[in-house]
């Protein structure tokens, strides 16, 4: 065999065992209940239609019904088939929603609180990433919606920096962080170190949508390193 050829077998080898490590993974997560667009404060007379998701064991949205309710209908009236909150006068409420049918029972709840002013949740959230390899992967970012550009940026701070003996290192958002089966793929990681952001069209992607960001060798599908969105 040629030199060249035991070459390029050799780099090829180096590359696969650099993204080995504990690949095989449970799949399993916990279900997840969650409100997909919740307020601070809604203003009096104006009216809010919340939204939830349904996650199951494996992180995949399932379509189900759910059944929404207010702490105080004095204060908010929401239709319970569709979520429709009405703010009617001052003060403050738990706004509840429970899965039914043949899925496993979750109820998760919001306060609201009615005043003179619509204010929208925080439209950020953040994490810390951390490798689950023997490679360097580490670094804080921050998920946040700009609104007057339809989009989500996803910004990784100068604190980042990531191991350049990963190969076809990819980065995704997931609601499981053990696969990226159903996972949305951002991209292939290009910066190994320091700041650097990646811009979503917010038409893809929700701000609320997922619960991790995620990295992964993709060539040889194993996991490299996670960061929880809190």
Request: proline share 3%; charged share 15%; hydrophobic share 35%.
């Amino acid at each position: 065999m040629k030199p060249t050829y035991i070459y390029i077998l050799q780099i090829i080898l180096v590359s696969f065992i650099s993204c080995v490590g504990e690949d095989i993974v449970e799949d399993r997560v916990d279900v997840v209940l969650r409100i997909d667009n919740p307020l601070t404060s809604l203003a009096m007379g104006e009216t809010h239609k919340f939204e939830a998701t349904y996650l199951n064991n494996i992180g995949q949205e399932e379509n189900v019904d759910f059944i929404w309710s207010s702490s105080d209908t004095n204060i908010v009236d929401i239709n319970t088939s569709t979520g429709l909150a009405t703010a009617l006068k001052e003060g403050t409420a738990i706004i509840s929603v429970t899965t039914i049918g043949n899925v496993e029972n979750e109820i998760i709840q919001s306060t609201l609180q009615i005043t003179n002013e619509t204010i929208i949740d925080n439209p950020s959230r953040s994490g810390k990433i951390v490798t689950t390899s023997s490679y360097v992967l580490t670094g804080d970012f921050v998920l946040e919606a700009i609104s007057d550009q339809n989009l989500i940026r996803l910004s990784i701070s100068d604190n980042y920096n990531a191991s350049t003996s990963l190969p076809g290192l990819y980065i995704y958002l997931t609601n499981n962080p053990n696969t990226t089966n159903g996972a949305f793929e951002i991209g292939p990681v290009q910066v190994f170190n320091g700041s650097h952001s990646y811009d979503i069209s917010a038409d893809e992607v929700q701000l609320n949508q997922y619960s991790h960001v995620l990295y992964f060798c993709k060539p040889f599908n194993v996991k490299v390193g996670e960061g929880e969105i809190n």
